[in-house]
Structures are given as C-alpha cells and as structure tokens.
C-alpha cells in the first residue's frame, strides 16, 4: 500500500498544540481589551454591550498622557542607554577579553539571584541623597536602573549569534585586509548578531516599560508611568485600567511585530 | 594583541562595568550591610528575628512551594511545545518565540488583570467551568490563583530557555534510533531526556529564581494577603504601616543567599555543558 | 526475482516532481551506487527505501517482501547518515548495544556481538569513548558498526564519505569495500563524487533530475555514457557537437560525440598515419596548457579554435609538449562514443 500521510496542516497535532499555545498567549490581552470597551461584563462570558466611553475618559484624562510621555521616554531612553553600554562590553569581552567575558556572565545572571525588589531597597538606602546624589524620584533612577536587569536579554542572544561565526578568524581576515577593529566591529561584526541584538532591544524595550517595583518604589508620583497609572486607577474603575492596559499591550505588540517583521525579512535575504 | 590594545578594549566595557557596580553590585552591598544594623550598632537580630518567626519562615516555605512547583508545570509543559515548535516553518517559529519573548515580561498589573477578568470571582472562564460542571468555585485571589498566573509566566519563559538546546536533538539523530529499532518513547527515555537534562535542570533554576523574586504580579493580584517572601520585603519597606527597613533587608539578603545555591549550580552546569 | 526490486518509484513534494518512476535491482550481495549531481533526488530515493519518507507511488520489494508499508525498523535495514549521527549521550559500545537491546536480545549474546563488531572495526581503543572524542573516520566506522551489528538485509549509505578529508576518504572507500565483500551484504550508497562511485560500485545507477540516466557497471557507465548529460557527470569528457567536429575533423556525424581525454593520441611523425581513414580521425591542434595531475599528463589543446582535453600517461622518459607547440591528433573510430 503505497500512498502519503495526509498533508493537512489542521490534521496534523503539533499545529493545532502550537496552535492552542499562541491562543494562550492572546488570551489575556483579548480579555482585558474587551473589558476595555464593554459597557457592563459581570456575571455573563462576554460582555453585554460595547462602548468607547471608558477610552475617551481616559484619553482626556491629563495623567494619562503625562504617564504615557514618561513610560516611552524612560523605555526608549533605557532601551539607547542600555544598548550603548551593554553591547560594546558583550562585544569587546567575546572578542578581546575573556577574563571579562567570563565575569560579564556571571554579572548578568545575578538579577536572577537578586530580585528587583532587594535590588530596589538598595537603590533607595543609596541614591535618596544621603551620599549626595540623589537620582531618586527622576526618570533616570529608572534609566540607569533597568541596564543591569536587561543585560541578560543582550548577553544571551548576542553570545549565541558570536558563537555561531568563527569570531577569530574574521577578526584576523580583517587585520590582513588592512581593517582596523573598529572597521571589522561595525563591517562585519555587528551586522552579524543583529538578530541578538534586536531581541535584546525588544526584550529591553518590554522590560523597561512593563516594569513596576522601581517605577513605584524609587520615582512614584515625582515621575508616574503607565503601570503606576495602572495602580493608582485600580482603586476606582476597572474598566479604566482596562483601558491603560490595552494601551500598553498595543505598544508592546507593534513593536514586537515590526521586530518580527524585519527578522523575518533578514531570514529571507540569506 | 598588545597590551595597550587590550587597555582601550577594556574601556569599551567601563561604562557597563560603572553602571553594573553603581546599580547592581552597591545596592545588594548597601541592602546586606543594612541588614547587619542595629540601634547598637552590628547585630544579627534580625535575622534571629526572621528565623525564629514562623510567620517568617512561612513566607519562605510558600515562596519555595510555589516557585517548584510552577517551573516543574514550566518545564513541563515547555518541553513538548519547545520541541513541536521545532517541526515549524521558521517564520511561524519566530513569530512564537517573539511572543513568548514578550510574554514572560507581561508581569504585574496587566497580567493580574487579564486573569481577574478571566477568573475572577465573576470572570468569563470561571463562569464557563461551573456551566461545564467542572469546579464549583474558583478564586482567583488565592494561592491557586497565583499558580495559575507564575505557571502562565514560566511556561513562556521556559520555552525561551529549552528552545535553542533541543538543536542537539536533530532530525538524524531520531531518524537513525528509528532505524535501529527504538520506538518514541524508547528514544526520549535513553537518548533525548539524557541529552536534555543539563538544560532541564538549568531551566528549572532559572525559572525557579524568577519565580522566588516575583513581586508586581503577587502584589497586583493578591496584595498583602498571600504569604511570600517578596511581599513582605515589598510591605516592610514601603514604610506604610510596617515599615523596618533593618529587617526589609535581611529578609532581602536571606532571599539572596537562598537563591545564590541553585544559580550557581546552574552556572557550572552550563560551563560542563558548553565545554 | 532481485534481491531488492523497486519498480515506479514516484515522489513529489510541494508541486515538484523529486523522482519520477525509478525502476531498479539490486542483486544479493551487491554494492549499488546511487550517483548524480546535488538535488537530482538521490538522497531522498534513499530515505524513501528506508522508510523515512513515504513515496507516492511505486513498489519496493525487499527479499521477496513488500517493504513499503512497513515502518523503518521493521524493514530489516541499516543506514549511514551523512553526518553519522551517533548517540552522543551514549559510548561507543552503548551506541552499537543499542539496536540490540531493542530486540530484546540477552545481555550476554549483545556484549558478544557488540564486542566482535567492534574488533572487526578496529576501535578496540575507543570502546568506551563518547562521540565527541572521536575523529571523523572513526565515527564513520561506529555509524557502520551500529548499523551492521544488526545483521540488516540491506544497508543504506548516504554520503558516508562527504564530511572525511581525501586521505581518510580513500582509505575507508576500501575498507568498507573489504567489509562488504568479506561479510556480503547488500548496500545502496549514495555519492555525488563520480570517482568514488566507479571505484566502491558493482553496479551504478545515475541519476539525473529525478530519473535514473543510466544503469550499469563501472566499465558501462564510464566507457559508454547514454546520453549528453551522464557524459557531462562521469568521466571528463570533451562533448562536441555535429558542427564542431566537422570544423575539427572534417567530418560530419549524424550524433554529438563524446570522447575521453585519454581517447587521443599523438599521432608520431615519423610513423605517419597508415590507418585506414574511416578508422580514424585526425586533427591539428597547438598546445594551450599542460597540466600534471600525478600519473597523467592533461594537455589542454587548441583544434581550430575548439577546446580540446588530451590525457596522455606521464612516462619519466618522455618529455613534456611545450606550450604553444603545434601537435598532431589521432582519435580511433571505436573510441568514440555517440551520444
């Protein structure tokens, strides 16, 4: 008996587990952003009604905006700072330095080791002005602060992207075409771990704008961004909170998607 | 490479050295030496304090429990995704990843409300598990709950971590057990769960550590009324009703020093794996 | 009825035919060679024997059974992955013990048997070594040991040789031609290197675009190409078309010609040609270049204006042509070959 297993993509189980799991991932935000949009949802599966009266109040609402500023000023200014300071190091370290290539990862495993909550009792006891600096209560308590807790997101997929071309050899190739390293980093180097590094400029972005026990304990009112927002309107509406909630999923899937995009695009150009 | 090179290299990774020692390495410094403070100067009280108190030692033993057992549902359930993902067209595989990516970082109050929406007391699911009969009650505001959502959490973290380490299981290495007389099951118990488990394990620690040092989430989800060891950190410190910050940071310390064992674990298992 | 008989063997995948009505047999003990250009579908004719992938159409018979519907461990057959593809988790004696253990076979009959394979290959040594420790010619001999130490009825090689430098590529070609001829079995290799093919195969069968070109012996294949593009694949030769030739010999066939580089001579002045003409052909060429490559000398010839290879044996005594220098050619009659 000749003949071939169907090729039906729905027939075939690992599509439709795939399937299920991205359907968990879309989950939380449909429900939240149907909950953004329905006039009266308790007791019922779906809600009963839609409107976008609860959206309106809060794009009227002067601390939604304001907290909107801050949240994208403080995720694209950590995502720059941390990209500049973080991929030069995984760079230099994996090419030129392996004693510090050993020591950057253990450093970038120890957020894992040291919640950011500890982490953020630290911050409080230093930079609140007993020593003379004081970057509590300013944005970039939040700038500095996120570098450490993202760097694993550069580390990781960087080294892998590194690990995958013969570093060595091209380096040397380089210096015997006549190329300074600094030529060879930004030539050939860098365009190499570009798919690592988009992952960590994501992974960063979400990072810093998802991110609430700093924003909170170290900068609260002083600086408000959208999850301390979220807080704050949590005592009153939940349909309110619902709103700033898909507000934020909305920011975060752009991005992702666009990132997706251009990878996507890469893959295909090899 | 001479050593002048190897001085101007170095000064490329400074910034990240200064901003690492500034804001990672001073804090954990300033938390633990707090935490030695007393009205008379150094004294481990707090930390008798801490270890003598039931209550305290509650948090830790809930915390433990909980992380366990939600990076054992993380890896569990990863795994078999992780490795169907494998048979993928790369886009849809790096479209998953990406949203897994993002995923695992939709922490705190987002996720906490999703879920309430979801499971809450009146929540859609809630109502659509008591129509099928299967639970009577399920309340979202409890330990249960917090399963649910860390488990939600791991799954999409642990599927991040497995994903690039099942690239030692290739086609040809399933192809030539087939070949020789190993059925599926025989292949994952003498070949592939062999060749996973150092990154099993590494995931279940990573995943475990992630679990014991989340904050937003419980906190957004269950405020003060669940017994974690983040939380009490996070009620101690805000100086509302219970502040001491002396004892915020020993119970901060004692969390490091719980996690430090298995991290460094699966630091050495990860140098005897790429070695 | 043959040892193995695949008759209208049929793949497509997506719209794209991969091979088309493959019609083969394959005698006991014999060495067949599957050879042609990368993508012509051989690798995938093979997966399809072992049961990797499904054809949709055809029949494969092995030793009288219908093998097509049965799963890859029940078809009795052994293959050598390309990349080997060992268990790395497991030493060598645990990867050869594998298969057995799967059978169910005693402890003590799989120590024997795993202990005997692994003498015949000569990896006493490394007995205990995992893969990783390995160099690449010894993982292809543990590749070959698991699947031999099975006893299979046929044996399936794809590209065993691809991954091993030169050296070790020639040595192991013979060493695996010794072990098939001093244990007997029966195997299907795969190769895309056309010296490879005409040395390890009893029998071979090329394969172009999804079909089978030509089948046949070493000597058949090499000597007597079917067609433009098997003569293209095997051997070096110079194809001429009708025009051509007429511009070269002043003759003009029916056919395109196909001529091995060491099919021309160099006709000696003082003998002259006293062949008959219809037996013979000659030309005037000015030498272009002069490659040694060990025992053969490659002239690269100029016949009015048309691209001529000359392999001539490289005897100590004689002297190298030197470029530029005008020669006389011969090409016998029998030698050409039609095409």
């Known amino acids: 008996m000749t003949g071939t297993r169907s090729n039906s993509r729905w027939a075939n189980p690992a599509w439709l587990i795939i399937g299920a799991f991205v359907l968990l991932q879309l989950l939380p935000v449909a429900a939240v952003s149907l909950n953004a949009f329905a006039t009266d949802w308790n007791g019922t599966v779906l809600p009963t009604g839609f409107t976008t009266d609860w959206a309106r109040r809060i794009f009227e609402d002067p601390r939604f905006d304001q907290a909107l500023v801050h949240s994208l000023v403080i995720a694209f200014g950590a995502t720059a700072v941390s990209a500049l300071v973080t991929i030069p190091a995984i760079l230099v370290g994996h090419c030129y330095l392996p004693l510090l290539d050993r020591w950057l990862g253990a450093l970038v495993i120890l957020p894992y080791a040291v919640p950011g909550v500890v982490l953020a009792l630290g911050l409080l006891r230093i930079y609140s002005g007993q020593y003379g600096v004081q970057l509590n209560g300013t944005p970039l308590i939040l700038i500095l602060g996120y570098v450490p807790l993202g760097a694993s997101f550069y580390y990781v997929p960087i080294k892998n992207n590194l690990r995958a071309i013969a570093v060595k050899d091209i380096i040397e190739a380089g210096y015997l075409v006549g190329a300074s390293d600094l030529a060879i980093m930004a030539r050939v180097i860098l365009p190499s771990i570009l798919r690592g590094l988009s992952i960590g400029l994501v992974m960063n972005f979400t990072l810093a704008i998802s991110e609430f026990v700093y924003a909170n304990l170290l900068v609260g009112g002083l600086y408000p961004t959208l999850q301390v927002f979220m807080n704050v309107l949590r005592e009153g509406s939940g349909r309110l909170t619902s709103v700033v909630v898909t507000v934020y999923f909305i920011i975060v899937w752009v991005l992702s998607t666009a990132v997706i995009a251009v990878l996507a695009e890469r893959k295909d150009r090899k | ?275 | 009825m043959s040892f193995v008989e695949m008759r209208g063997l049929t793949k497509r995948f997506d719209g794209t035919m991969v091979f088309d009505s493959i019609d083969l047999d394959i005698d006991q003990g014999e060495m067949c060679v599957l050879v042609g250009p990368s993508g012509c579908g051989k690798t995938t004719l093979l997966r399809s024997i072992a049961g990797l992938v499904q054809p949709d159409a055809g029949t494969l018979l092995l030793a009288g059974r219908n093998i097509i519907p049965l799963q890859p461990k029940d078809r009795g057959i052994g293959m050598v992955m390309q990349h080997y593809a060992l268990f790395p988790n497991m030493t060598i004696e645990q990867n050869l013990a594998f298969g057995l253990a799967r059978k169910r076979m005693e402890k003590a009959e799989i120590r024997r048997r795993v202990g005997a394979m692994i003498e015949l290959m000569g990896l006493e040594k490394r007995a205990k070594a995992r893969p990783q420790q390995l160099s690449g010619g010894q993982k292809q001999r543990v590749a070959l040991a698991r699947a031999l130490v099975l006893e299979p009825h046929l044996l399936l090689l794809d590209e065993p040789m691809s991954a091993l430098d030169a050296q070790i590529r020639k040595r192991l070609r013979d060493e695996l031609k010794r072990l098939q001829r001093e244990l007997g079995f029966t195997a299907v290799l795969v190769t895309h290197d056309q010296e490879e093919a005409l040395v390890i195969g009893d029998r071979i069968a090329v394969m172009q675009a999804g079909k089978l070109a030509q089948i046949g012996s070493p000597h058949d294949i090499y000597g007597r190409p079917a067609s433009e593009a098997v003569a293209a694949f095997i051997g070096d030769f110079n194809i001429l078309p009708p025009a051509t030739i007429e511009r070269v010999f002043n003759h003009r066939p029916v056919s395109s010609w196909a001529i091995h580089p060491e099919a021309l001579d160099i006709v000696d002045p003082a003998n002259g040609s006293g062949i008959a003409p219809d037996a013979a052909f000659e030309a005037t060429a000015v030498v272009s270049g002069v490659k040694l490559l060990g025992a053969v000398v490659r002239y690269s010839l100029q016949a009015a204006s048309v691209p001529l290879k000359m392999d001539v044996l490289n005897r100590p005594s004689a002297s190298l042509l030197p470029v530029g220098s005008a020669v006389r050619i011969r090409l016998s009659a029998e030698d050409i070959r039609e095409i």
């Open chain 2, 1 to 275: 490479m001479t050593s002048k090179m190897r001085a101007l290299a170095f000064l490329f990774a400074v910034p990240l050295l200064l901003i690492l020692f500034l804001f990672e390495v001073a804090p954990l410094l300033a938390v633990a030496w707090n935490s030695f403070q007393g009205d008379d100067g150094l004294t481990l009280g707090h930390y008798v304090e801490i270890l003598s108190s039931a209550f305290h030692r509650n948090a830790f033993q809930n915390s433990c429990l909980i992380s366990a057992v939600t990076s054992v549902i993380g890896v569990g359930l990863a795994l078999p995704i992780a490795n169907l993902l494998r048979t993928m067209p790369g886009n849809l595989r790096q479209m998953v990843l990406t949203y897994a990516n993002i995923g695992s970082n939709f922490t705190g109050f987002p996720l906490a409300f999703a879920f309430i929406i979801m499971f809450g007391l009146s929540g859609s699911f809630t109502l659509l598990l008591a129509k099928a009969g299967l639970v009577d009650q399920f309340n979202i505001y409890s330990t249960g709950g917090l399963v649910l959502v860390y488990a939600y959490l791991q799954v999409q973290l642990a599927v991040l971590l497995l994903f690039p380490s099942l690239g030692a299981l290739t086609p040809e290495v399933e192809e030539s057990a087939a070949l020789v007389g190993a059925s599926r099951l025989a292949f994952w118990w003498h070949i592939g769960l062999p060749i996973l488990a150092p990154s099993l394990v590494g995931s279940f620690i990573l995943l475990f550590a992630n679990a014991m040092g989340t904050y937003a989430t419980a906190f957004a989800l269950v405020g003060g009324n669940a017994n974690l060891v983040t939380l009490r950190i996070g009620e101690l410190a805000a100086g509302d009703v219970f502040s001491d910050p002396q004892l915020a940071d020993a119970l901060a310390t004692l969390l490091v020093l719980v996690l430090v064992v298995p991290v460094v674990v699966e630091q050495t298992l990860l140098r005897k794996r790429y070695s």
